[in-house]
């Protein structure tokens, strides 16, 4: 059954928020990498200090090494990818639901023209979808994820990209007032109110479809997955040498969601640790 929408589900409070982003931001492995050599280059101008510095920097570059140039990070991610295969998309389809964070409002915001990033192939499976199923409704769920600049939505950028692939803005189900994928789940469970039996498609990240689904389970609404934007290979194989940078992303975009689903599981916000199928 259907859960009551706000029945016993609450969004966060604004502290809880900007908590879990502050924490983010210190354990992010990049950031972690870089504020761990900065402090060990000061150690090293202090004498007494020195040696420990030394082993500091030390341990920052072998981390880096180990991170870029073996497949790590993506034995890190690989299994958030292949937790939920593409399912056989049923015939009927009464409603998709896209899951914000393709976008980047605030360089929409500054330029003028529609941004997207790395996630951009959310938009373009959930345009498809739309096209494929004319009579099912259409929602796409997402503010603002960012601790700063709550008033920059990401509606707006997703639909000028929608209108550019052909979708009327009336189309749409616009849901703007979601700060995390919780609330994504919470707030569109209110705006639609689905019915028990109907069949929804969720789109969203192929790392994020496990923590994403386990929500929507906690909440009594059953979902059809359909994972998109995947960033590992099926043999896990590092990236090449000439993009040292990727493993470093994909690395802190696997361990996001791994701290996510623990958190959000303590928090009894999904029905499994490890959802599966």
């Excluded at 706000?6 to 924490?23: M, N, Q």
């Excluded at 983010?24 to 504020?35: C, E, H, I, T």
């Excluded at 803005?169 to 703007?176: K, L, M, S, W």
Aim: with cysteine; charged share 20%; aromatic share 8%.
């Amino acid at each position: 059954m259907l859960a009551p929408p706000f029945s016993t589900a609450r969004s966060d409070p604004v502290s809880s928020f900007a908590l879990s982003k502050l924490l983010w931001g210190l354990v992010n492995p990049g950031n972690a990498l870089v504020v761990l050599l900065a402090i060990g280059v000061v150690a090293l101008r202090l004498p007494r200090w020195r040696r420990a510095g030394e082993r500091l920097v030390a341990l920052v570059c072998l981390s880096f090494l180990l991170v870029t140039m073996t497949p790590l990070a993506a034995l890190v991610a690989l299994p958030l990818e292949n937790r939920f295969p593409r399912l056989v998309e049923p015939e009927r389809v009464d409603g998709i639901i896209m899951l914000g964070g393709a976008v980047n409002p605030q360089l929409t915001a500054n330029r003028g023209d529609p941004s997207v990033n790395d996630a951009a192939e959310r938009i373009f499976a959930f345009a498809d979808l739309i096209r494929r199923h004319p009579e099912a409704r259409a929602v796409f769920t997402g503010g603002s994820g960012n601790l700063f600049g709550q008033d920059v939505k990401e509606d707006q950028t997703i639909r000028a990209v929608l209108a550019q692939a052909g979708i009327p803005d009336g189309r749409v189900i616009y849901e703007t007032e979601s700060r995390n994928t919780w609330e994504n789940a919470l707030f569109s469970q209110t705006l639609v109110v689905p019915k028990p039996g109907e069949r929804w498609v969720l789109v969203t990240s192929a790392a994020h479809m496990p923590r994403s689904v386990g929500i929507f389970r906690k909440l009594g609404w059953p979902v059809t997955p359909h994972p998109v934007d995947y960033r590992t290979r099926h043999d896990a194989s590092p990236f090449v040498p000439a993009e040292l940078d990727r493993p470093l992303v994909l690395l802190g975009d696997a361990v996001r969601e791994w701290l996510g689903l623990f958190s959000y599981h303590l928090m009894e916000r999904t029905d499994a640790l490890f959802p599966a199928p």
